[in-house]
């Protein structure tokens, strides 16, 4: 099972343009990540926020968090082509030890 | 290149097979994780081993299992394979028993089913 989901599922935009992706998850969490997949290769770790931490930056990303909502959302500025990917967020999962994936935003970037 | 090595890219098998994925953590991690990705079911936990003990269990079938070698090589064994064990399957490595920190993936293994 899915325990946190990304939405939309595909967004499609162009260059220098902003791209939001939004997760949500269930279970109470420490920690969520965000990673990033590009086309079938392995994920790559982007940022990690903690559950006592609202917002981070990373360069052009800016990641949210509201545990009152369960949610989190990624922003990446000024968008590149080579932003294109499949972006997912991870939640640790207390009851299985382990890093439970939602089902990825595909993001498209338009040149 | 995240330090992690996935041997083979891909693998092409019958119905019934048995294969052997292998995987190398980054050096000096010594949790292993294992991953399955595929259309319908996303992003799947396996299995955690941490230092050569198994740690945590996930969605793992009872057909598939696996073990870390004293050099902290990991190999998943998939036996009486289906159609539906086609998938891309990750290792990823942390350090210590992180796994609610960063993990890092390899490139993945690409199991083809016929």
């Known amino acids: 099972s899915q325990q946190g989901e990304e939405d939309p599922q595909a967004l499609s935009i162009q260059e220098g343009e902003n791209a939001t992706m939004n997760c949500s998850y269930k279970t109470s969490i420490n920690n969520l990540q965000w990673y990033r997949q590009n086309s079938g290769r392995g994920l790559v770790h982007l940022i990690l926020i903690r559950s006592n931490e609202r917002e981070k930056h990373s360069g052009r990303l800016r990641v949210t968090l509201d545990t009152s909502k369960k949610s989190s959302s990624l922003l990446i500025t000024a968008s590149r082509a080579a932003d294109t990917a499949s972006y997912f967020c991870?939640?640790?999962?207390?009851?299985?030890?382990?890093?439970?994936f939602g089902s990825g935003t595909r993001l498209q970037v338009q040149p | 290149d995240s330090g992690v090595t996935q041997t083979p890219k891909h693998l092409i098998t019958a119905t019934g097979q048995r294969v052997t994925l292998r995987c190398s953590p980054r050096?000096?991690?010594?949790?292993v994780y294992w991953y399955q990705q595929s259309l319908d079911q996303g992003l799947q936990f396996l299995i955690q081993y941490y230092n050569g003990e198994e740690r945590a269990k996930g969605n793992i079938l009872e057909r598939f299992s696996a073990q870390q070698f004293p050099d902290l090589h990991s190999e998943l064994n998939l036996s009486s394979l289906e159609l539906g064990d086609s998938a891309l399957y990750f290792c990823?490595?942390?350090?210590?028993?992180?796994?609610?920190?960063?993990?890092?993936f390899g490139s993945g293994t690409q199991l083809s089913v016929l």
């Open positions: 991870a939640t640790d999962d207390t009851g299985r030890r382990a890093l439970t």
């Open positions: 990823a490595s942390s350090v210590e028993q992180g796994w609610q920190e960063k993990l890092f």
């Open positions: 050096s000096g991690d010594l949790s």
